[in-house]
């Protein structure tokens, strides 16, 4: 049984950085993707990027590409979000996420962390 544990929210203000960390206990296969949602009350879940295993190859929505970088550390089985110049309409709860995705707009995420909340004041 796969098991993802995010880390890293909290409270800054417009501007600041943080750093999401998803921890993964258990095995994923190679060709899995990771992912990164958010989502705020009274809203779909959304998209945020997406990182594949085996190759490192990453994607990321229009709207945080060039502030968040995701990455991943196979030795601590961790996937990150760096998240530089944050802004308010980035906050909400971020969840990490794994499965056998083909393509960026595959939603077929196998598992789901609990998730941490990411509030960015302005």
């Known amino acids: 049984q796969v098991r993802l544990e995010e880390a890293g929210g909290g409270l800054v203000q417009a501007g600041d950085s943080l750093r999401l960390s998803c921890l993964i206990s258990g095995r994923i296969f190679s060709t899995y993707a990771m992912a990164w949602f958010r989502q705020v009350p009274g809203e779909e879940r959304e998209f945020v990027s997406l990182?594949?295993?085996?190759?490192?190859?990453?994607y990321y929505a229009d709207s945080v590409n060039g502030r968040f970088t995701i990455s991943k550390v196979d030795t601590k089985s961790t996937v990150y979000l760096q998240m530089n110049a944050l802004r308010p309409e980035d906050t909400g709860v971020y969840y990490c996420?794994?499965?056998?995705?083909?393509?960026?707009?595959?939603?077929?995420?196998?598992?789901w962390g609990q998730g941490t909340q990411v509030t960015v004041s302005s």
């Open positions: 996420a794994a499965g056998p995705i083909s393509s960026p707009q595959d939603r077929g995420y196998q598992y």
């Open positions: 990182l594949w295993w085996d190759d490192g190859s990453t």
